[in-house]
Each structure stands twice: as structure tokens, then as C-alpha cells.
């Protein structure tokens, strides 16, 4: 099975603007997760949508958002974009094993604002 | 809620010698345990995960981590360091069900030396 995959790998992005991220979970995976991972607050998470709905939320400002589509891709949007919002961006998708949900990362998403 | 601490933020260890790499957690309920790492420029890979079917766990790469819940560890082991496991560890926990998201330590980079 193919892994997960996000696109763009790097993005270069001005104060102010906003930006949208997408990954594509592995075949069959119905939940996707978003985690910003820096080095000074570590990986944190972001939200989760399982079936199109947001199940679980971070503490996050409101200028972070996501959406799952039907076909289980999903993306995250980041509103006007601040300095401290460069980070790797990581996407993973889970699958139920008994009652615990494994998480298999993407390779991240590299966002710079400048 | 749930968390785990990753004590220090580098260890450093000749080639073929004990890789040790410590976790401990705080959970009030039956924890899920993981361990990934994360080469650089890359995301995050599953190394292992505790499913409460057995203590000591074993996983990729020859590692393998031992849960104590008198010690409240999930410390991760390798009998012989090697240089390609040079790349920064994660240990995290989740919750069961819905509950899924991951709680992660700081990490820890592992330096292995020739």
C-alpha cells in the first residue's frame, strides 16, 4: 500500500498571506490527523477528522482550519500567516486496531513564513 | 490528561554499545504507548507500540522498550547501537477510541559514534 503523502513538501510564504496543505491518507484509513511540529514547542497536535467530521481539536487559534473530503483526503488551512507559524506539518493517518487508533505519519509539509 | 517526559534531549553512544532512551509517562487510565523516530528531513516512523499483551515489546530495527507501571517507563533499548540509528526519538501516548490523539514527549537525538 502506498504511504501517506502531503503536498507541497516546502513552502515559502509571506506574512499575512494564508496557505492550504494537503494529505492523502493510505488506502482504507478513514481518520487524518494534523500535528505542527517545531523546535521550540515540539509536535503538537493540531485536529483530527474522521467520515468529513473534526473529532478531536488542539489549542490552536481559529486561523488554523482543516477539512476532510469524502474520499478521506484532507487539508489544513493557515490564515493570515505569522512568523511563528513556520514548522513542519505533518499529516497521519490511523486505522482502528482493537481499540486503539495507529497513527502512520506523511513525510511533512516544510512552511516558512518571512 | 495524558503526557509523557523524555528526560535530557541528547544521548550520545559508540558504535555497538546499549542504546537507552528513557520515557516516562502519566496516564489515569491504561496508557497506549508508542515509540517512533524521525530521520532528518523526514516524518515519523513507527519503532513500536505497547498493547498490553505483553511487557516487553518488541519492535523494528532490533529496538524493543519494557512497560513498568510500578515505574510508570516505557524505556526504549537496542543491544548494539549502529550508526544508521543516528535520528531524533519520540515517545508518545493516546487514549483508546475516539481518543486518539498523540500526546509526545520533546524527543530525544540519538548520536551514535564511529
Known amino acids: ?43 503538537q497536535f493540531l485536529f483530527e477528522y474522521f467520515s468529513e467530521t473534526q473529532r478531536n481539536k488542539g489549542n490552536f487559534p481559529g486561523r488554523f482550519s482543516g477539512r476532510q473530503f469524502s474520499n478521506s483526503r484532507s ?3 493557515v490564515s493570515t500567516l ?18 486503539r487508533y495507529e497513527q502512520y505519519f506523511g ?8 | 490528561a495524558q503526557s509523557v517526559t523524555q528526560l535530557g534531549s541528547h544521548v550520545s553512544v559508540s558504535e555497538g554499545a546499549l542504546v537507552l532512551l528513557r520515557c516516562n509517562y502519566s496516564s489515569s487510565v491504561p496508557p497506549y504507548l508508542f515509540w517512533y523516530v524521525q530521520y532528518p528531513n523526514q516524518g515519523l516512523q513507527l519503532l513500536l507500540k505497547y498493547t498490553s499483551a505483553a511487557t516487553l515489546v518488541k519492535g523494528i530495527n ?51 559514534r564511529p
Open chain 1, 75 to 77: 487539508e489544513m488551512n
Open chain 1, 107 to 114: 513525510p511533512g509539509t516544510r512552511l516558512t513564513v518571512t
Open chain 1, 1 to 43: 500500500k502506498a504511504g501517506v503523502t502531503q503536498t507541497p513538501r516546502y513552502l515559502i510564504k509571506t506574512r499575512g498571506q494564508q496557505v492550504t496543505l494537503s494529505c492523502s491518507p493510505i488506502s482504507g484509513h478513514r481518520s487524518v490527523s494534523w500535528y505542527q511540529q517545531t523546535p521550540g514547542q515540539g509536535l
Open chain 1, 82 to 99: 505569522e512568523l511563528g507559524d513556520s514548522a513542519l506539518y505533518l499529516c497521519a493517518s490511523s486505522i482502528l486496531q482493537g481499540v
Open chain 2, 62 to 112: 532490533g529496538f524493543e522498550a519494557e512497560f513498568k507501571k510500578s515505574e510508570t517507563s516505557f524505556h526504549l533499548t537496542k543491544p548494539s547501537a549502529h550508526m544508521s540509528d543516528a535520528a531524533e526519538y519520540f515517545c508518545a501516548v493516546s487514549g483508546s477510541g475516539a481518543n486518539s490523539k498523540l500526546t509526545f514527549g520533546k524527543g530525544i537525538t540519538l548520536s551514535v
